[in-house]
């Protein structure tokens, strides 16, 4: 069972009298049950992140260094404007990840279409390795504009890597992490990662 919570910080008091009548009002409590969930979830969490970046970065570098990516959004490559300052307020560079796939919109939902054991969601931070693509799937009933102005751009695609064993290819008794994904454009984009276990396949 998948437990998202947030927590609100104020800076002064003031603004901390503001919202605490709303909280109460609104009665955002977790019941017991919940409150246990979270607090055994938080046990295994660390382990669960450092093993969801260490993936999370062998993918982006992969990513980065295809053909068929014109561009990554990942805090943990060199090539990102904010890398060094990352590495000043972060751990880590966490296991979310954005990426744009050439072909535009179209291509975007082949890609996806393609996927056979990445699970097709629009949620993050679990430990199943998650994709979108935002202009065919959240943002799909609004126009190109629309998108753009939100930033939300033809070729982007959303990942939250999970805490599945990346290995090398070679393995034959070990699933594709992502299925072959031929493109009418030119050639295939093929991941070189496996994993351990099987995911859920999406759909099912």
């Given at each position: 069972?998948?437990?998202?919570?947030?927590?609100?910080?104020?800076?002064?008091?003031?603004?901390?009298?503001?919202?605490?009548?709303?909280?109460?009002?609104?009665?955002?409590?977790?019941?017991?049950?919940?409150?246990?969930?979270?607090?055994?979830?938080?046990?295994?969490?660390?382990?669960?992140?450092?093993?969801?970046?260490?993936?999370?970065?062998?993918?982006?570098?992969?990513?980065?260094?295809?053909?068929?990516?014109?561009?990554?959004?990942?805090?943990?490559?060199?090539?990102?404007?904010?890398?060094?300052?990352?590495?000043?307020?972060?751990?880590?560079?966490?296991?979310?990840?954005?990426?744009?796939?050439?072909g535009g919109i179209d291509e975007g939902r082949r890609f996806l279409n393609s996927l056979k054991l990445c699970v097709l969601a629009v949620s993050l931070g679990g430990v199943e390795t998650l994709i979108q693509h935002p202009a065919s799937m959240t943002h799909a009933k609004l126009s190109p504009e629309a998108r753009l102005q939100g930033g939300v751009s033809d070729d982007l695609v959303r990942l939250s890597i999970g805490i599945e064993e990346v290995l090398t290819l070679g393995f034959q008794h070990w699933i594709c992490f992502w299925n072959h994904y031929v493109s009418p454009l030119s050639g295939a984009l093929l991941l070189p990662l496996v994993i351990s276990q099987p995911l859920r396949v999406a759909g099912a």
């Open positions: 069972r998948l437990m998202v919570r947030q927590v609100i910080v104020t800076k002064t008091k003031d603004i901390d009298k503001k919202l605490r009548p709303m909280m109460i009002s609104m009665g955002p409590c977790m019941d017991p049950n919940q409150a246990f969930l979270v607090r055994r979830g938080l046990k295994t969490l660390p382990l669960r992140i450092e093993k969801a970046q260490a993936t999370a970065i062998k993918v982006a570098n992969f990513l980065e260094s295809h053909s068929k990516v014109s561009w990554v959004a990942f805090p943990g490559l060199k090539s990102h404007p904010q890398h060094e300052l990352s590495k000043t307020i972060m751990k880590g560079p966490g296991c979310m990840m954005s990426f744009g796939i050439k």
